[in-house]
C-alpha cells in the first residue's frame, strides 16, 4: 500500500479529479499541543476523499481550517489554484464550502426551516423574510432525504437521529461545492444511511467535491473514491478506494491490527445488582408506550448489551433507569433497594450512573474545563465543611483521566478543545468518579474510533471484574457481539431475545431485531 510520501504522484491522472481545494503544509498548535504538523492535503472535483484516523487524530481540526472556522498557525490553502484565507465560516460558505460538524450545532428552540435557513435567510422583492419559500425548500429537503418531518417541527422535538438528518439538509441547502461530512452518520439508523449515501452519489455526479470523516470503517470504505489517514497530527497514507480493505485501515490508523474481542473473557457474576420488573415507560407527550412491560436482571461483575434499531425503545428504557423520565409500571431495585421513585441526584448516590446517548446536551457542560466536567458528578464526596476540597478533587480528576486515557493539555483546558472521542472518555470518566454499582451507558462508542472503542470496552471489562453492573445500548452490532457476556435484543418496545455472544452469528443477531440483509453491511461490522 502506498504511503502520503509516495502518493502524490500516483493520485494524479485525469480519472482522479481536478483538484478544487489543497491544504499546503497546514500546521495547528493549542499552546504546547501540536494538533497538525505540516499536512498536504487535496479536495477532488466529483471524489469522495475520506479520512480515517483516531480521535486526536486531526481530522476534525484540519476540517474546521479548510471551512473558516479555525485559521491554520503555518501553512495555507489553495481554492481552485489560488491562495486564499478563510477569515469566517460565512466566507468558506461564500466560496462554496460547507461543512457538516460532527457534534450537532442547531437551536432547539427553533423549527427544522428556521434551523436551516439561520444566517441565511431568504428574502423577497420587499426585502423581508420569504417564509413561504423557505418552506418549500424544506419540504423538499426532507423529501430528498426520506424523512418525515415538517419544517415547522421544533428540532428539540426530534430524536437525535433526525437531528443529524436536519444538519445534512443545512449543509445541501447551502449548494456547495465543497461539502464537509464530519462524522455524518453517527446518530443514523441503517435505513438513513441509505438515503444519505444515494444522496452523496447524486452531488458527487453533478461535479461536488465530498469531504467524509466517519469511525464507522466500512460503510466509509463503501463511500469512498480516496482514503487518507491521519496519526497524531500527520498524515500518513493515501490510497485509491479500490485498493484498500478493513484491515489496511485499521493497521494505518492505530499501528496494529484491531484487537478486542471480549468473547472468551472469564466469567464471575456476583449476585444481582440490577433489577428491571415488568417496566413500562410512555413518552411524555404523546402518551405512547415506548418501553412495553420489559424484565430483566444484571448481576455483579456482568455486561450486558442491548441491541436494537433506532426506535427500539433502548434510550428511553436508558433515561427512565436513571431517573429523567417516570415509569408508567413497574418497578427497579438496586441490590434489592427500590429507587423506582428516586430523583436522578438520589439514583447517583445509590450508585446508579448514565452515559447518555448525546454527550452534548447532557453529558457535558460546554462552558467549563475537563477536571470541572469530570468532578462535576462527584462534588458532594469531596465537600468536608461547606468546602470543596481543591487538592482532592485534582488529584482524584488526574487518575481517573489517566484512567480512561482522556487526550488532553490539562485538567483545565476547556471541553470544547478535545476531540469527540476524548470528550466521551470524560463523560465516562465522571460517572466512575461517582464509585457506581450500576454503570449505564446510551450508544457509548458513538463518534469513537476503533482504537478508543477498544480502550473504552477493556476498561468496562476490568471495572466489571471489579463487581461493576454494566448495561449498554449500542445500534452496531460489531461491538455487541465482541464487548459483552449476554445480548438482550429490543424490538418495538420489547425484549424479544437473548443471546450468547459466543455462539451468535452477526445475522441472527440482526435477524432477531428485525434488520433486513440488505441493511447488514450499514450497521459497521469494523469490530468483528
Not at 117 to 140: C, P, S, W
Not at 167 to 188: C, F, G, Q, Y
Not at 485 to 505: A, Q, W
Request: charged letters at 25%; one cysteine or more; hydrophobic letters at 40%.
Amino acid at each position: 500500500m502506498s504511503t502520503a510520501a509516495d502518493s502524490a504522484a500516483v493520485l494524479d491522472g485525469p480519472a482522479d479529479g481536478e483538484v478544487v481545494l489543497r491544504a499546503v503544509d497546514i500546521a495547528k498548535t493549542y499552546g504546547v499541543t501540536r494538533a497538525l504538523k505540516g499536512v498536504n492535503f487535496d479536495v477532488r472535483r466529483g471524489k469522495v476523499t475520506v479520512l480515517f484516523g483516531e480521535n486526536g487524530a486531526g481530522k476534525s481540526t484540519l476540517m474546521k481550517i479548510l471551512s473558516g472556522v479555525e485559521t491554520p498557525t503555518g501553512g495555507h490553502l489553495e481554492l481552485d489554484g489560488e491562495v486564499v484565507e478563510l477569515k469566517s465560516t460565512s466566507d468558506a460558505v461564500d466560496r462554496g464550502i460547507s461543512i457538516i460538524h460532527q457534534e450537532l450545532n442547531l437551536c432547539a428552540n427553533l423549527s427544522v426551516r428556521d434551523n436551516i435557513f439561520l444566517g441565511r435567510e431568504l428574502r423577497n422583492a420587499a426585502g423581508t423574510v420569504d417564509y413561504g419559500k423557505e418552506r418549500e425548500i424544506t419540504a423538499q429537503l426532507m423529501e430528498r432525504l426520506e424523512e418525515p418531518i415538517k419544517p415547522s417541527t421544533l428540532v428539540q422535538d426530534l430524536r437525535v437521529g433526525q437531528q443529524q438528518i436536519i444538519e445534512i439538509a443545512r449543509a445541501l441547502a447551502a449548494n456547495a461545492r465543497i461539502l464537509i461530512m464530519d462524522e455524518p452518520t453517527s446518530a443514523l439508523s441503517a435505513a438513513e444511511v441509505e438515503v444519505l449515501f444515494k444522496v452523496i452519489r447524486e452531488l458527487t455526479a453533478q461535479g461536488v467535491a465530498i469531504v467524509y470523516i466517519s469511525h464507522h470503517l466500512e460503510e466509509a470504505i463503501e463511500i469512498a473514491d480516496f482514503a487518507v489517514v491521519f496519526r497524531d497530527g500527520d498524515l500518513v497514507a493515501t490510497e485509491r478506494a479500490e485498493n484498500i480493505d478493513l484491515p489496511w485501515v485499521v493497521r494505518q490508523m492505530v499501528g496494529r491490527d484491531a484487537d478486542y474481542d471480549f468473547r472468551n473473557e472469564p466469567r464471575d457474576y456476583g449476585d444481582v445488582a440490577l433489577s428491571i420488573e415488568g417496566v413500562t415507560v410512555a413518552d411524555s407527550e404523546t402518551a405512547r408506550v415506548v418501553v412495553n412491560d420489559v424484565s430483566l436482571e444484571v448481576r455483579e461483575g456482568e455486561i450486558v448489551c442491548l441491541y436494537g434499531l433506532m426506535g427500539a425503545g433502548r434510550t428511553e428504557l436508558m433515561e427512565a433507569l436513571a431517573g429523567r423520565d417516570e415509569f408508567s409500571r413497574g418497578r427497579v431495585r438496586l441490590h434489592g433497594n427500590d429507587f423506582t421513585h428516586k430523583s436522578v441526584a438520589e439514583r447517583i448516590e445509590m450508585g446508579v450512573g448514565l452515559v447518555p446517548e448525546d454527550r452534548q446536551r447532557d453529558g457535558l457542560v460546554q462552558m467549563m474545563s475537563v477536571g470541572r466536567n469530570m468532578s462535576l458528578s462527584s462534588l458532594p464526596s469531596m465537600v468536608k465543611n461547606f468546602f470543596i476540597q481543591g487538592g482532592k478533587e485534582r488529584e482524584r480528576v488526574a487518575a481517573q483521566s489517566k484512567d480512561v486515557r482522556v487526550k488532553t493539555a490539562g485538567p483545565n483546558a476547556p471541553i470544547t478543545s478535545l476531540s469527540g472521542g476524548n470528550q466521551q472518555k470524560v463523560v465516562i470518566g465522571k460517572m466512575l468518579l461517582t464509585d457506581p454499582k450500576v454503570l449505564l451507558l446510551d450508544e457509548p462508542t458513538r463518534g469513537i474510533d476503533v482504537g478508543a472503542k477498544g480502550e473504552i470496552f477493556a476498561l468496562l471489562f476490568r471495572e466489571a471484574k471489579r463487581g461493576l453492573a454494566v448495561l449498554y445500548v449500542t445500534s452496531e452490532a460489531g461491538e455487541a457481539l465482541t464487548a459483552s457476556h449476554r445480548i438482550v435484543v429490543m424490538s418495538k418496545g420489547r425484549f424479544v431475545r437473548e443471546l450468547d455472544p459466543r455462539t451468535t452469528t452477526r445475522d441472527e443477531l440482526m435477524a432477531a431485531s428485525g434488520e433486513h440483509d440488505s441493511d447488514y453491511h450499514h450497521s459497521n461490522g469494523a469490530e468483528q
